[in-house]
């Protein structure tokens, strides 16, 4: 039986995240119960990951086995015909029998955006509407985020699922703050995050831009080890999932 890979975008604003739920509001759901009308059998799809309520992804990726005779085209306009247009197609393939969306990714890409006080509704779906009468200090941010670069572990900035994190050390090889006027948009690329990892650097990044946290002290945070008040989560509009590596 084929094994099949697809990259997929969506606006997460009304879905209870990428994992498939008990309501069936999961992306995950909306997608299988599509394949099953497709291939006219239950189909169970893996991803590479999960998102949370209210993240968006530009592309995710997820696999599942099939067989389907009428080539990699053809299914990819019949499973995007009937899905929502939250939840878009980007890619379809044949992959190698080993291929696996999530333990055979190297790396993962996520952008989280900002948006200083903007007063454009188009703005407020998909980036963090921070409103203060004093800008972000964006040279603080960046040497934060110069801090948290490389090999650490980073139980500080990890929210509890539920579960013992096994091996809370992660490599974030990349975090760059990009500002263009108003707008920020901070580019996280690592081997891997934690729950909620992402959220929660970007929100001790905003507290350092705030002038609440100074640079030096992600750097105590990040030695602690331990999750303070200190290190909010932003919230879940501004994140995307961009690209993973494989």
């Given at each position: 039986m084929p094994r099949w890979k697809a990259v997929c975008a969506y606006d997460g604003s009304g879905f209870s995240g990428w994992q498939s739920q008990l309501n069936g509001k999961g992306i995950q759901d909306v997608i299988e119960a599509r394949l099953a009308e497709v291939l006219k059998r239950p189909v169970?799809?893996?991803g590479s990951g999960r998102t949370d309520a209210g993240v968006h992804a530009h592309g995710q990726v997820f696999h599942f086995d099939a067989t389907w005779s009428h080539g990699p085209d053809k299914l990819q306009r019949a499973l995007g015909v009937g899905l929502p247009p939250a939840i878009q197609i980007k890619k379809l393939g044949v992959a190698r029998p080993d291929f696996h969306a999530r333990f055979s990714a190297k790396q993962k890409c996520y952008v989280y955006r900002i948006v200083e006080g903007d007063?454009?509704?188009?703005?407020?779906?998909?980036?963090?509407?921070?409103?203060?009468?004093?800008?972000?200090?964006?040279?603080?941010?960046?040497?934060g985020a110069a801090r948290?670069?490389?090999?650490h572990d980073f139980t500080a900035f990890a929210a509890d699922n539920g579960g013992e994190i096994l091996d809370p050390v992660r490599n974030l090889t990349g975090?760059?703050?990009v500002q263009?006027?108003?707008?920020?948009e901070l580019k996280f690329v690592a081997n891997g995050f934690l729950y909620k990892m992402v959220r929660s650097l970007t929100g001790a990044l905003v507290r350092v831009g705030e002038g609440r946290l100074k640079p030096e002290e992600l750097?105590?945070?990040?030695a602690g080890g331990v999750?303070?008040?200190a290190v909010p989560t932003a919230p879940p509009q501004g994140l995307f999932l961009r690209r993973v590596y494989y």
């Open positions: 169970r799809i893996h007063t454009d509704p188009f703005n407020r779906p998909f980036r963090w509407r921070i409103e203060r009468a004093k800008r972000l200090d964006y040279a603080a941010m960046v040497e948290l670069r490389g090999s975090l760059d703050i263009r006027g108003r707008k920020l750097s105590r945070l990040l999750r303070k008040e």
